[in-house]
C-alpha cells in the first residue's frame, strides 16, 4: 500500500486541487467519508484475512493498474491515469485480506467511482442537458411565484436584468454529490432491493429539485434585494443547506415507501399433534392370575359361565369416551 502511495502521489495532488478549484467536483471530500461510514456499518460482517482466499490476482489487479496508468500518461488521458488507482487499491486489498475481503468492501469501491474525474465528454454530454432544464424549471418556479421572468437559451430575463446560468449552475456536481449520497443510504438501510434501486434512482430528481431551488431564490434575491446578498446566498449558504435538505427529502421517500409497500404479516399454522390414547377401563379377567382363569382338571368341562358387566372387555366406543 506504501509503494501505491508513493507512485500515485501525484495523482493524489492533482486530484485534490481539482476537488478545491473545480466547482464539479467538489463533492470529493464528503465521498470519503460516506464511504468510510457504509464500511463501518458493515463491519460485523467484515469476513478478515483466510489463507484459502490469499492468491496472485490481487497482483494481477495491480499489474493492470500500473498499465492503465502508463497508458493514461502516454496518451494524456488524465481520467485513466488517476482512475487506475481504483484497482490498484482494490488489488492491494485482495492480496492482504483475500476475495471474501473484497466482496465485502465492494460499497467502498463504488462509492470512490464518485470522486474520480470522469472523461470530458461526458462532461460536456451532461452539463448542456441539466443547464438547459434548470433553466427553464427555473423560469416556470419565477413565473409562479409572480415574477416576470422569461428565459432565452440559458439566460434568465427579468425585466433589465438577465441572469445566466453557466456551466457551474447546472448541477452536475450536485447531482454527483446525491448521487453518492444516495447510494450510502441505499447500502447502509436494510430494505429490499427494489427499494434500494428507488433511493438510488432518487438522486436525479432530488439533485435537479435542489438545483432549481438555488437557483430560483438566486434570481428572487437579485430583483427584491441586491447582489452581493445573492451571490453569497448562491455561493455560500446554498452549499450548507443543500446537504441537510437532501437527507430530509430521502426520510421523506422511505418513509413514503413504508406506507406504500404493503407487507402481508405471515403467521405460523399451528401443527395438531395427536393426543396419546389411554384405556382406562382393564378387564377383572385379564387381572386374575393365570391359574385361577384356567378350569381345574378334576372339573371337567364346565358349563360356560357368563360374565359380570365388570368381567366384559370394554367396545371401541367406550375407549373412544374415555379418551376424549
Not at 223 to 238: E, N, S
Request: proline content about 7%; charged content about 15%; overall charge positive.
Amino acid at each position: 500500500m506504501a509503494a501505491v502511495v508513493w507512485a500515485y502521489w501525484p495523482s493524489l495532488v492533482l486530484l485534490v486541487q481539482r476537488w478545491a478549484q473545480d466547482p464539479q467536483y467538489t463533492h470529493g471530500y464528503v465521498v470519503p467519508l460516506f464511504a468510510a461510514l457504509v464500511l463501518w456499518l458493515r463491519r460485523e460482517s467484515f469476513p478478515g484475512p483466510t489463507r484459502s482466499s490469499l492468491g496472485l490476482w490481487g497482483l494481477a489487479w495491480i499489474g493492470g493498474a500500473a498499465v492503465a496508468r502508463l497508458a493514461g500518461n502516454l496518451f494524456s488521458f488524465e481520467w485513466l491515469e488517476i482512475g487506475s488507482l481504483l484497482p490498484a487499491t482494490l488489488g492491494v486489498v485482495w492480496l492482504a485480506f483475500g476475495r471474501r475481503t473484497v466482496r465485502w468492501a465492494w460499497p467502498g469501491f463504488a462509492l470512490m467511482l464518485f470522486i474520480l474525474p470522469w472523461p470530458w465528454q461526458v462532461d460536456q454530454w451532461l452539463t448542456h442537458p441539466l443547464r438547459r432544464v434548470a433553466t427553464l424549471c427555473s423560469t416556470y418556479a419565477l413565473q409562479t411565484l409572480g415574477v416576470p421572468a422569461l428565459s432565452r437559451g440559458n439566460i434568465i430575463i427579468i425585466g433589465n436584468m438577465e441572469v445566466g446560468v453557466i456551466e457551474a449552475c447546472s448541477g452536475l456536481g450536485m447531482l454527483m454529490t446525491f448521487f453518492a449520497l444516495s447510494t450510502a443510504v441505499a447500502f447502509a438501510v436494510d430494505r429490499p432491493r427494489l427499494d434500494k434501486c428507488i433511493i438510488f434512482l432518487s438522486a436525479i430528481p432530488i439533485a435537479l429539485l435542489m438545483n432549481v431551488l438555488r437557483i430560483t431564490v438566486t434570481v428572487f434575491l437579485f430583483q427584491y434585494a441586491d447582489a452581493q446578498t445573492a451571490r453569497v446566498v448562491f455561493h455560500d449558504v446554498a452549499g450548507w443547506v443543500m446537504m441537510p435538505l437532501a437527507l430530509l427529502t430521502l426520510g421523506g421517500l422511505i418513509a413514503l415507501l413504508d406506507r406504500l409497500w404493503l407487507v402481508e404479516e405471515v403467521r405460523p399454522v399451528p401443527v395438531l399433534r395427536p393426543r396419546p390414547t389411554v384405556c382406562a377401563f382393564t378387564s377383572n379377567r385379564a387381572a386374575q392370575p393365570l391359574s385361577e382363569r384356567l378350569p381345574s382338571a378334576s372339573q371337567g368341562h364346565a358349563a360356560p359361565t357368563t360374565r359380570s358387566d365388570s368381567d366384559r372387555e370394554p367396545s371401541m366406543q367406550e375407549i373412544r369416551d374415555a379418551s376424549q
